[in-house]
């Protein structure tokens, strides 16, 4: 991705905004800013910048790796290529549920967050839902030791259809941070878990 100061920046209105990158070689920060927004890496060959602010938003990813923030709401967010950041929140807002979807490569799902545990979603009734989780490849960042974080095996009601797979549970009473769904071949264990978190270090939880 290039440098934030280095894209052509454009800031949405408060209203519920439909917005479409253009241009086959130019990368773009883009704020929805209020509302429920989309917005969409149109035929962008460089990576973007996405930030959906507050709203329950929907933001999609082009062809190469994109930085994909979703802020405040349940917002969806879809990488379009290996490499991209994904990040549906970083507070402790209730009721937030996120939708993250892979690219089916290398991609970074930010659990870390600025609230007082340190984690993206701490309260009883938010979390994030991970698609195209692949094992051994993706990436959690985590922002605490990984003695805090507890994998279960599990199973998760999502727009009608049953998902299996396994929750990630954080902070002193183990709430749910986020679902990792499975697919049939692969299920979700411990050992396939790649992990950055703030000491530096990369490990397995």
């Not at 962008?44 to 933001?59: I, K, M, R, V």
């Not at 799902?109 to 993706?138: C, K």
């Not at 009601?157 to 396994?166: I, P, R, T, V, Y």
Request: proline residues 1%.
């Amino acid at each position: 991705m290039l440098a934030l100061g280095a894209m052509p920046q454009t800031t949405l209105s408060s209203a519920n905004d439909t917005y479409t990158s253009g241009g086959a070689n130019t990368a773009r920060a883009v704020h929805g800013g209020d509302g429920n927004d989309r917005i969409v890496a149109g035929l962008a060959s460089l990576g973007h910048q996405f930030w959906g602010d507050a709203g329950n938003d929907e933001l999609i990813g082009g062809g190469l790796a994109d930085g994909l923030w979703g802020g405040s709401g349940s917002d969806r967010l879809q990488a379009g290529a290996s490499g991209s950041l994904l990040s549906g929140s970083d507070g402790a807002e209730a009721g937030e549920v996120d939708e993250l979807i892979g690219a089916g490569g290398i991609d970074t799902f930010a659990l870390a967050g600025r609230n007082a545990l340190g984690v993206a979603y701490s309260t009883a009734s938010s979390h994030a839902v991970i698609r195209g989780y692949e094992l051994n490849r993706d990436r959690l960042q985590l922002s605490s030791a990984l003695s805090d974080y507890r994998l279960t095996a599990g199973s998760l009601d999502w727009n009608g259809a049953s998902l299996s797979g396994a929750w990630l549970s954080a902070g002193p009473s183990q709430d749910r941070l986020a679902f990792l769904e499975a697919s049939a071949a692969q299920p979700i264990t411990a050992a396939g878990l790649v992990v950055s978190w703030s000491g530096g270090a990369q490990a397995i939880v």
